[in-house]
């Protein structure tokens, strides 16, 4: 995972809009929260990427977290307000 966040810091400092999405509207924090990189959370966190960002089918982070049993990632977005069911 530490070469997830290298990257990602990588891509950051060239100035990649980590808040860009995807044609189903899915943002980086999405692709994170799937895979279990709390790391790569933090670091967009940090960098005021939408953690609540809803896509196209109205699923966000915190609901791929919670299918995939990323109960680690669940509990750092809790402890950030992220609100599952905000709109």
């Given at each position: 995972?530490g070469?997830s966040?290298?990257?990602?810091?990588?891509l950051?400092?060239?100035g990649?809009?980590?808040?860009?999405?995807t044609n189903?509207?899915?943002?980086?924090?999405?692709f994170?929260?799937?895979?279990?990189?709390l790391?790569i959370?933090?670091?967009l966190r940090?960098w005021n990427?939408d953690?609540?960002?809803t896509a196209?089918?109205?699923?966000?982070?915190?609901?791929?977290?919670?299918?995939?049993?990323?109960?680690?990632?669940?509990?750092?977005?809790k402890?950030w307000?992220?609100?599952?069911?905000a709109?």
């Open positions: 995972c070469a966040i290298q990257i990602t810091r990588e950051q400092d060239a990649v809009d980590l808040s860009a999405t189903h509207g899915w943002n980086a924090a999405h994170a929260a799937q895979e279990g990189h790391d959370l933090r670091a940090d990427v953690l609540s960002a196209n089918d109205g699923i966000k982070a915190v609901h791929l977290a919670a299918m995939k049993g990323h109960l680690h990632i669940l509990t750092e977005l402890a307000h992220v609100d599952p069911d709109e």
